[in-house]
């Protein structure tokens, strides 16, 4: 287990960074990639411990994948039902979106494939995906009665389904999508709030019929999956860049801007939550890249006051709590996040490990059942903290950590290769 020391920055943030390609686009690209037919070219793919998991059990299915170099990919599909029934176990590692979104395709494949993770992966609920996808006529059997990986799919003549998601997930809301590219008649897929749309956007670019009205797509099957211009290019993460954003609210007199991030507005809750809190952030630059936002984030130090999060927000930043709840302990005010009891089943239970860990760097934080109360701005001090193997939670103690009095260690640091393997390059060249 690595160890990561880190001081108090002694100087304001500066400079001009990019962050890393986006994890969620990145397991899709290769996905729809092993779909297509013939060669596509994954540009600003994000390597990862995560994606890397996708590419292995993708070529295990059958497609040919090369790496260029870190960042570039050629996948080679053979289309939609060229795939072949994998001889070995289909390992995900620790990451949730393989699992997901993976078994949505093989729910789709005439044949056996069985996926397994990382032991932290193993304790994360699959029943949300078995049971619709059971519904469309795959076998699913999964341990502790259906609900826990490894997964062993049968799939194959699926029928359409009309279903709707006792709780917004993008993961699941993907599986269903990709699997109902292979039944025999339209899906329809809800959603109580609306998550990410990666997968609805990058279907469409790919001539699936797909409508789409507030949080509800109807999807038909199809045969054919046509990459435009045979390629994908991957915009900058802004669950990754949020890390930055808050660090240079929270060192005074910082002022960076983090170029090319992407910003579907189903992923930039944080940024309204921020503006409630009186955070200067200039969005400039907006432009298209491959179907999604793209665009240049100023951002200078700033007083912060608290806000509450709750509702349809919760899903447009649910990835960026452990990071939002660092800016809340120096904020005026208690922040309040309601209706974000999906935080427990991430990488980590991140209301539980968040609370713990920060309470060691002197937050005052309640845990809630679905969120936190955060009471500022509390002085922090640097502390020994543990990442609890969640890369978020990692980054999130690093940034309290620049903002703390005295030294940090964060233990099991080596977890930030999930989505963010440069994060002290990055962190160095704005320091
Ligand atoms: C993701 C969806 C979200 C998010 C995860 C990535 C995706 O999970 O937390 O990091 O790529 O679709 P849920 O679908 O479980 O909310």
Not at 331 to 349: F, H, M
Not at 408 to 427: H, K, Y
């Amino acid at each position: 287990m690595s160890e990561f020391h880190i001081s108090p920055i002694a100087k304001p943030l500066r400079g001009t960074i990019r962050v890393p390609a986006d994890k969620s686009i990145s397991h899709r690209a290769a996905i729809l990639g092993a779909l297509g037919d013939g060669e596509t070219r994954v540009e600003n793919f994000l390597p990862s411990e995560t994606t890397h998991a996708t590419l292995n059990c993708l070529r295990a299915l059958g497609a040919e994948i090369e790496t260029i170099d870190a960042t570039t990919l050629v996948v080679r599909g053979r289309g939609m039902r060229a795939l072949r029934e994998p001889n070995d176990v289909l390992f995900c590692a620790g990451s949730g979106t393989t699992m997901r979104l993976l078994s949505g395709v093989c729910a789709g494949q005439n044949f056996l494939s069985i996926l397994d993770g990382a032991p932290a992966l193993k304790r994360r609920p699959m029943a949300r995906v078995a049971e619709p996808l059971r519904a469309m006529g795959a076998t699913i059997l999964a341990r502790d009665n259906g609900k826990l990986p490894p997964l062993a799919i049968r799939g194959g003549n699926l029928r359409g389904i009309d279903y709707t998601l006792p709780v917004a997930s993008a993961q699941v809301k993907s599986a269903i999508l990709l699997a109902a590219l292979f039944a025999d008649s339209p899906t329809t897929v809800r959603e109580p709030s609306l998550s990410r749309d990666h997968t609805e956007r990058m279907l469409k670019a790919c001539g699936a019929e797909l409508q789409i009205a507030n949080r509800e797509s109807r999807i038909h099957p199809t045969s054919r999956l046509a990459i435009p211009n045979s390629q994908f290019a991957i915009p900058n993460d802004f669950s990754s860049a949020a890390f930055f954003l808050i660090a240079a609210l929270l060192a005074p007199q910082s002022e960076i801007c983090i170029q090319a991030v992407g910003v579907n507005p189903t992923r930039t809750g944080l940024l309204d939550a921020l503006a409630r809190m009186g955070a200067q952030i200039k969005i400039e630059n907006t432009r298209n890249e491959s179907g999604e936002p793209i665009a240049d984030l100023i951002v200078r130090a700033s007083e912060l006051r608290a806000t509450e999060i709750a509702g349809d927000e919760v899903p447009r930043m649910i990835d960026e709590f452990p990071i939002l709840a660092i800016a809340a302990t120096q904020a005026r005010g208690e922040t309040s996040v309601r209706d974000a009891q999906e935080l427990r089943v991430k990488e980590s239970d991140r209301i539980g490990t968040l609370a713990q860990e920060i309470r060691k760097m002197g937050a005052q934080i309640e845990e809630r059942a679905d969120g936190f109360v955060i009471a500022g701005p509390t002085p922090l001090r640097g502390a020994r903290v543990h990442a609890h193997n969640d890369h978020r939670l990692a980054m999130s103690l690093a940034v309290a950590a620049l903002v703390a009095r005295g030294e940090t260690v964060i233990d099991g640091w080596e977890c930030v290769a999930d989505s963010f393997p440069n994060f002290e390059n990055v962190l160095r060249a704005c320091s």
